[in-house]
């Protein structure tokens, strides 16, 4: 069984936070907040532009740091060379389309962009702007061109822009691009555009069954683990569709299409439907085995009238379901299909045990397999767990932050497709 790293990337970090000059720049506030109460030594470099939307007071409040925009300011410590080089990690948001034409273009016309010339430590663009601009094939030309030149520029989310227009282009949510950038000080290679054009659909959270009008069967998924495969794969480029049961509240991920279920036939009829057109299924969703037989109409009463027990229908398992159609035709062949499992130790065996018999059941190509318990994977930031594969390949995935884990099931799922997909990949 093979070690995967451990993702520790915990201590403290000198981070640049550079500021473009667009509407979201107040919602850098946010992302500089995060860092600095994570511990982090953060710098924050606006541009001119920037400083018209959010008071260079406001920046240094929040950083504890000085904040400048020029060259020729504090001369004698070299700025616009020191900071790119001490470094650990820099992120632009918003990123505006100005601004990564200059950094596509080598420009150094202000500090910003002398620093991103100097930075030879990840560095992450979340871009901001309207609609039209984002697809402009300018645009579209400079985004590439920092990515060949191993720069993160990461999706943006659709919906409200600058007045009343809406549309791709507007900057994620600050925990989504701290988490993001975070993942890429753990691991810096998280992020490689390998899922260009695929399409992959992945389920996440806990179905909830009713029993009555006030009361259900669920589960403790937050759903956390899912939603982070689900925006990593779309940084990775694909196109992911995600079928999202209840979660803890979270946010969707940017570049991400989500269908939203609430019991385990509704998500059932959503993968079902979802995965015809994918290349690869990912169900991460913590699905209800069973549900109430019968649905009461009315609040069920403690007393006379209580039920003395509560039937149960076995819902149907939606893994093994993907498995059969694609044995019978009804999925490509060639459609990777990937489980997930929570498993307890009991006294016929381990979690590994209880973990490769599920996977024979299943007959899915790779099951993720998770240790559950207090504190352990459900309702928390962090997780470990194995990659089980039919192959007969076992990798153990080392504690991490949930996104950790995700890019290593997403690395796991690419590198399925990349040698045919799923049944007959083997």
Known sequence: MTELDSGAATRHRRIVVGVGGGIAAYKACAIIRSFTESGHHVRVVPTDAALEFVGSATFEALSGNPVQTGVFTDVPQVPHVRLGQEADLVVIAPATADLMARAAHGRADDLLTATLLT???PVVFAPAMHTEMWEHPATVANVATLRSRGITVIEPASGRLTGKDTG???????????????????????????????RIVVSAGGTREPLDPVRFLGNRSSGKQGYAIARLAAQRGAQVTL?????????????????????????????????VGAEAVVMAAAVADFRPSTVATAKIKKGADEPDMIPLTRNDDILAGLVKARSDGDLPLTTAIVGFAAETGDAQGDVLTHARSKLARKGC???VVNAVGEGKAFEVDDNSGWILGADGSERALAHGSKSLMASRVVDATSALLAVGGGASAG
């Open 243 to 275: 079928i999202a049961g209840y979660t803890a509240e979270l946010s969707d991920p940017a570049a991400v299409d989500v269908i939203r279920v609430r019991t385990a036939q509704e998500m059932r009829e959503a993968v079902d439907k979802a995965a």
């Open 168 to 198: 791709a282009g507007r900057l994620p949510e600050p925990d989504e691009i701290v988490g993001l950038a975070t993942l890429l000080l753990e691991r810096p290679d998280a992020l490689p555009r390998d899922l260009e054009g695929r």
């Open 119 to 121: 930075a030879r430590c």
């Open 365 to 367: 190509d790779l099951l």
